[in-house]
């Protein structure tokens, strides 16, 4: 019988086996693929009923070879072949950062990311789910965050369907826990030496179907919004460990992943800072196909310089150092919380969506990308940030068409305008104080006024080129063409009112 | 003969005398005024056409006596005496700091500032500065910063009518400089030793008709906008000194002034921290009525914290900065300068309405005050932030609600919500990221939303007290009475919008 794989897509490897003592535990089983002299070790799991899997994303056409081994004789010495076949049409494979401040898939194509943030979307049960999956159809997003693990907090006091471990809560938990930021034990309530395989199948079932939408994950492995009530932000080093391994070994395979060790990595007092690196380190270990891996803060950064951090994600309201942090860092800036779309008594969640779509722009348009939520409040406490469900701002269409056109910057995107000489020479009045220009160099530059208002854009045009000129209005979503082969010395009227981009492109 | 000053307008003494000699080098000429056993020393000054000037600012109620001395026995010995009768209305006599962080009258009544900035209005000829004269006089300001010196700037190409010196450029200014900060000689074509009193004469009538419309001047006695045009950046110290000494004795009697000492003073390269001290501290020594004092930065803050320095004059961006400034400098914070609106190139003077009301909310609402400016460009090249003229733009009238607002909140005004228990407590939802708010004990909290849209304001107002609760729309300029007795735990539902406040007063 014949296997084919698709490209990028995962062949999974299935053995039954009756084992000794606690298979999640005391089986040690991995799977060699190799294709001519390239062998890649991938590490299988237990995935309960006698099943052990081993999952494993080629990157190559041709016919792979695999041979595993164990410690229990029925699962060690199994060998077999499949082939990899071309990719379908929108399987680009997984995303890479490029040209050190930027993205794209693995095919070569363009990467921009566009993401918003369901935290807990997994955890609502199949009827919000499957309308959650329907609303991001229609919407702009191609990236989300989401997290492994249940969460508590304002807005989130249901109990999730599934559990990540066996066994169940002893006692009540109490909401006045909500309030503290410390509370007492490590939960005793848990088997934490055996998983719920459930569990983690519905996890990949969620993240396949937003594979299968192009949509990418940005997956949130720990995170502190638990307050007691299960204790999975602060379970004991060697069972973090242990949950690591097991989830790097079921979902790495699935190449719409990226790994996001914390959502606030500095609000978890239980966990030092060499906690993060090692968790960077072990992942990075594991994972067979590097995929992206970050660490979202709260108030103060994890240094993103590391050398196994692969991109910045952050969580800061002022867009316009951005500039700077690709400066220091030398890596994608993705700001994936710069507060939400919303009305609730939380400031991080009630910003206008002018001020939203504004925070976009002056992201995108200087090189970084901005990550969207949105949290207006309703009577079921379903918040798209936390639990997904229906949109209701007026962002997502605004961001559908920033999008539009960040998609048509030519590759690999912007860049922001530093000591770049010619570019700083095609600008007459030089920008500040958030006016902001990101460029491509000579050929497209994007300038976002935000509350300024210019009467004039002044530019100086090399006079050996020609330009199309179009005023963009961010908020209306309107282009209008000014000039479609301009050079030289140009002044544009523009419209006196916030949230004007013009956009300098070059005529061919 | 009797003659009656009102307290805090001034007298003046007027003396005429053939002197050997340079008059304002030659000669010394100062007045001894004296109330009871109370003697305040003022010095003279030389006027022109052989007349000697001493000006003096009664602040006391009665018979005052006076004795001149002098190199010059015109001069010396000549003694009289006036009578200072009560103020007239709306003479409320000159401005102080109160209560560490604002500001009164020195008759007690309140003073909050609200200014506006022109800077070289008094250079532009008699028609254009009658015209900014009706501008004010309808205006909601009731402080303008306004130069000493003329300006060579964008939009400042024009010579003054009057010089301060005698003496006249030797060559014609070269237009080039306009791009340099550093140009070569310090200026030989002025006789740094001769005033010309006709244009300090000029000065004053302008800062007294200010005067007579309650509005403070905010003098800036050196600026850096000068770019080889005239040289009054850079002349030699032993001129500073004498012009200050000269400025002090013609306009310190005037009670309307304060004394700045520069516009963007770290743009001055040509004065050394350690002069800028020494004007300080020549200005409070010569100045009989201890005038306010402070100093304008561009990037980097004068230290405010020097004994000298009476309140922060400061150009930032960022209104949110001001509580922090407040607890540093334990004293009042004036953000002269936090950008314009207009439509100009210039980023600073380009905001939008919308944003330059809400960079004065954001201030005033956190007990700091903010300055006005206003540069849309116009073929004449009159831009009000310079030369005043015409005011166009849309942030007056909503200054002038925001005045009223101010004006009614109980003496002193606003203090920034730090640590005080009491009132954290009233609020249910925590202010951050740009909500700001105002209080005065738990009898007045000023709550200002800016770009955040709450479907709610949360207050758990003290049990044994009742309120009213407004809801402001600051751009709309509406007011609405949303409680007029609330007490305890309230929920007040806010319109969806930008730029909301909440208003909660003690119903007494």
Redesign the interface.
Known sequence: MRTDIEKWDYFELVLEAETPGNPFLDVDFSVVFSLGHRCLPVAGFYDGDLRFLARFMPDTEGEWQYMTASNIPALDGVSGSFTCVPPSAGNRGPVRVIDSYHFAYADGSAYHPVGTTCYVWNHQGDALEEETLATLASAPFNKIRMCVFPKRYVYNNNEPPLYPFEGERSSPWDPALLNNYRYPETPDFWDFERFNPAYFQHLEKRILQLRDMNIEVDLIIFHPYDYGAWGFDKMPAEVNDRYLRYLVARVAALRNIWWSFANEFDLMADHSLADWDRYFKLVQQQDPYDHLRSNHNARRFYDHGKPWVTHCSIQR?DMTQIPRWLNEYKKPVIVDEC?YE???????G???A??MVARHWLGFATGGYVGHGECY?HDDDVLWWSKGGKLYGECPARIAFLREIIEAVPPPGLFPLSTDREVLDML??R?????TVGHNGVDYLLIY?W??????A?LNLPQDKRYRIDIIDTWHMTIIEAENAATGSVQIKLP???YIAVRVERAH
């Open positions: 309201h507060g919303g009305d609730i008594g939380n400031a991080f009630s910003l206008s002018e001020e409040e007459v009045d920008p500040y104080n958030g006016i006024y509350m300024h208002q210019l009467k004039y002044r006196r009112r916030n």
